[in-house]
């Protein structure tokens, strides 16, 4: 299968501790998108790379968060100082520009701050 | 702040019947238009997009665009008990063809 893979598909940790997760996109998606989503809502969009550069992060990507994708493959997501509001899943998703665009995600992971 | 709207459900249908599902939008200038489908615990799986106005079938999926009424629909036909899901309603922003806004999901129950 060559799909969106991520890594961890779980990380349970404590208040204060930093995480960081990685996704690979589909090998030939120059694009690659992070999403967030919490329980009965939508994914909410947090950055997006085209290759390896990062051209927007939301609003909601505090400081404590960064986002690489150093050679325009896979890609990274730490967070820093971990709080509770930031359990959620945490989904990645890769497009091929040119070809609509359509996204196609990870299977996600699913961060617990105790 | 551009929105996108769904009824949350939940949408309870019997098997084989049509599903409808309804979703309308904010940004006028909105271009992409996405349905996704999501099971319970796992990731969003892209069922259909549609870009012009009109209908678009696949399979026993039926996606229908109104964009002067800023209106977005997905028919399910033949509704399965597999079907039962959220069903996630994606838009793009107005300038960007990569910045999806999702609505919150309509959970679907298909009853055998």
């Known amino acids: 299968d060559t799909g969106v893979s991520q890594d961890p598909r779980h990380k349970i940790t404590k208040r204060g501790q930093n995480v960081t997760f990685r996704c690979d996109p589909i090998?030939?998606?120059?694009?690659l998108y992070w999403y967030r989503q919490t329980l009965g809502q939508g994914p909410e969009f947090l950055t997006y790379?085209?290759?390896?550069?990062?051209?927007?992060k939301s609003r909601l990507l505090s400081d404590r968060f960064s986002a690489e994708r150093p050679k325009g493959s896979f890609s990274t997501l730490e967070i820093q100082r971990t709080e509770q509001g930031d359990s959620a899943m945490y989904l990645c998703?890769?497009?091929?520009?040119?070809?609509?665009?359509?996204?196609?995600f990870g299977p996600g992971t699913r961060l617990t701050v105790l | 702040q551009k929105e996108v709207e769904q009824n949350s459900g939940p949408l309870s249908v019997p098997e084989g019947a049509i599903a409808s599902l309804n979703c309308t939008y904010s940004?006028?200038?909105?271009?992409?238009f996405f349905w996704y489908r999501q099971y319970s615990g796992k990731s969003p799986e892209l069922i259909m997009f549609?870009?012009?106005?009109g209908d678009k079938e696949d399979g026993r999926f039926t996606a229908q665009l109104n964009k002067a009424s800023q209106y977005v629909s997905l028919l399910i036909r033949d509704s399965q008990p597999s079907d039962s899901a959220t069903y996630l309603c994606?838009?793009?922003?107005?300038?960007?063809?990569?910045?999806?806004?999702f609505g919150k999901g309509t959970l679907l129950t298909v009853n055998p």
């Open positions: 998703a890769s497009s091929l520009k040119g070809a609509g665009d359509t996204q196609y």
């Open positions: 090998s030939e998606h120059n694009r």
């Open positions: 790379f085209q290759n390896e550069a990062q051209l927007e």
């Open positions: 940004d006028r200038g909105s271009q992409s």
């Open positions: 549609i870009y012009s106005n």
């Open positions: 994606a838009v793009n922003e107005r300038g960007s063809n990569y910045k999806l806004t």
